[in-house]
């Protein structure tokens, strides 16, 4: 996000189409992610993304 009306720097992604990028998170070193969840608004449900 860039922080322009909560838009990606692409703009607005519409059905059907996709953005690649870089997406950096801060978190303390002695932490290990072992997943994501990933939603469209803060209503949906999501998906959970297990990472390698």
């Known amino acids: 996000m860039d922080g322009a009306e909560g838009q990606p720097p692409a703009g607005a992604v519409n059905p059907g189409n996709s953005v690649k990028g870089i997406v950096v998170f801060d978190i303390p070193k002695?932490?290990?992610?072992v997943e994501l969840v990933l939603t469209d608004s803060m209503f949906s449900g999501g998906v959970t993304v297990s990472l390698p």
Do not use: L
């Open 30 to 33: 002695n932490v290990e992610p």
